[in-house]
């Protein structure tokens, strides 16, 4: 028993030694490297950062557990020449019994209780310490030659410890992404360097963008996905021409740029010129959702990366992060994003300058596809229900729709919204059309699932579950709905 409880007080010393000394200042090292390199803050993952603890600890009681050998040795005398002088520090002896610390085994020799006791009784020597240096000595007593190669393998040892604890951290914290990104940006090149048309360009609206970037216009041309295809047509919907037929992956979040039109295609981001033809992928690290272009610069926020918000430039590189909070949506203007993202369980909205160097709080309340339109901000709380609330903070948020909102956007001709209900049979679900106080309201079309909607300057497209994937365009000047031919 005494034994037993002595040889857990011993792993004990050892993993509380090894934590203090070994694991967490390696840890801080890690940490505050990641941060001065990156200039960003490591995600903690604690069930990892206790896995990768448990391993080391582990590993370092097998090795430097205290424990007690003896074997046969015909004479005591000779012992002490028979180590080999660098290896070993005489601490105290008699004429039978010697007391020596390694000197080899950095750090580990630092940090853990390192003396080896040798006592010699009755033709047998019996040494006591640590199983690690039990076994050098007894194998230079021996004559073993092996004392270069276990220095070696001591120095594998730290370097092997270093990476068991960094590799958590690595893969989880998210060092193995920022490597990622230096290593993109480092070679990222593309095949053709596009500039902005203009300054203030926009690649899309942020009210398109609101509905997963479905469509987009430039001056003569409208684009829109329709059934997992990109289709190009005039202003007023005619001459039809599929630019990119349906093989592949999900695309979504339209923009274009000068001749070019961007989208993402599932992990992808890619670029086509808007007249057809090759298509060139930018960048292919992960899902990217939310995409918005704004003059030199893309948008987006990285599902791989907790939906952080990050910006690159239009041909793929100077990845940069934003901001480091989990965003659900965001929408950027002429000098300014707007961010709505969880803060303790809430959707907080704050301002962000264009470079994300100034970050002020906008809004305390539940906030969901946030646009800013005129003097007001509209929002959807948690409940989808529209509110809207003064730019300048004069007033109370005014609930203006009390319906169960699936979507909306915001035009010149009032706000267009969708109303989705699970039950099937509800008469209510569809499209609906409203000035911008909510006072009054007018079913345009009743489907059952609309899901996004793309503003033009004929009209409004929507796609929804009952059409065959074909989008409906609402005509301003005819107020009528029809599916696009």
């Known amino acids: 028993m005494k034994k037993t409880k002595r040889k857990y007080w011993n792993w004990l010393d050892i993993a509380l030694r090894g934590t203090l000394f070994l694991f967490l200042p390696g840890f801080l090292f890690i940490y505050i490297f990641y941060q001065v390199l990156f200039n960003v803050e490591l995600n903690l993952y604690w069930l990892t950062i206790l896995i990768a603890w448990s391993g080391v ?22 012992v002490e020449r028979l180590l080999t002088a660098e290896n070993w520090e005489i601490l105290d002896r008699t004429p039978s019994s010697i007391i020596i610390r390694p000197t080899f085994d950095f750090p580990f020799n630092l940090l853990l209780s390192d003396k080896v ?51 958590p951290i690595l893969l989880d914290g998210g060092m193995w992404r920022e490597m990622k990104i230096f290593y993109h940006n480092a070679f990222a090149s593309s095949e053709v360097q596009i500039e902005v048309p203009e300054e203030g360009f926009l690649g899309n609206s942020a009210e398109n963008i609101l509905s997963s970037g479905f469509g ?38 339209l923009n274009v740029v000068g001749d070019y ?8 981001l890619k670029r086509m010129p808007i007249n ?43 990845i940069k992060r934003l901001l480091n909070e989990y965003v659900s949506k965001f929408s950027v203007y002429e000098d300014k994003i707007l961010v709505s993202y969880e803060e303790n369980h809430a959707l907080r909205t704050d301002e962000l300058s264009l470079d994300g160097s100034e970050q002020t709080r906008l809004l305390n309340e539940d906030t969901f596809k946030l646009l800013e339109w005129g003097d007001y901000y509209y929002y959807l709380d ?14 109370e948020p005014v609930l203006i729709l009390y319906e169960n909102v699936r979507n909306y956007t915001i035009t010149d001709q009032g706000i267009f919204y969708s109303i989705y209900q699970s039950d099937l049979t509800n008469t209510q679900n569809g499209v609906y059309l409203t000035d911008l106080e909510g006072k009054e309201q007018e079913k345009l079309f009743t489907a059952t699932n609309v899901t996004n909607f793309a503003k033009t300057e ?18 301003y000047s005819s107020g009528e709905v029809r599916v696009l031919d």
């Open 276 to 318: 057809g033809g090759e298509t060139e992928t930018i960048y292919d690290m992960e899902v990217l959702t939310e995409v918005q272009i704004k003059d030199d610069w893309i948008y987006f926020t990285s599902y791989e990366d907790n939906s952080n918000l990050y910006r690159m430039d239009l041909n793929g590189g100077q």
């Open 382 to 395: 948690s409940g989808s229900k529209l509110y809207r609330s003064k730019v300048d903070g004069s007033s």
């Open 261 to 268: 039109l961007y989208f993402t295609n599932y992990d992808e």
């Open 117 to 167: 006791t040798v006592q010699y009784a009755s033709g047998r020597v019996t040494v006591e310490g640590p199983i690690q240096y039990l076994n050098v000595f007894l194998q230079e007593i021996r004559g073993d030659q092996k004392k270069e190669k276990k220095k070696n393998i001591t120095v594998s040892n730290v370097i092997l410890t270093i990476f068991l604890v960094s590799l």
């Open 216 to 253: 987009v216009e430039n001056e003569a041309f409208v684009f829109y996905i329709e059934n997992n295809e990109i289709i190009k047509t005039n202003k007023n919907f005619e001459e039809r021409e599929v630019l990119l037929d349906s093989q592949g992956a999900t695309r979504m979040n």
């Open 458 to 475: 004929k009209g409004v497209l929507f796609q929804s579950s009952d059409s065959s994937g074909r989008p409906r365009i609402y005509d």
């Open 57 to 78: 600890v582990k590993w370092m009681i097998e090795k430097y557990e205290h424990r007690s050998l003896n074997e046969p040795l015909p004479t005591f005398d000779g």
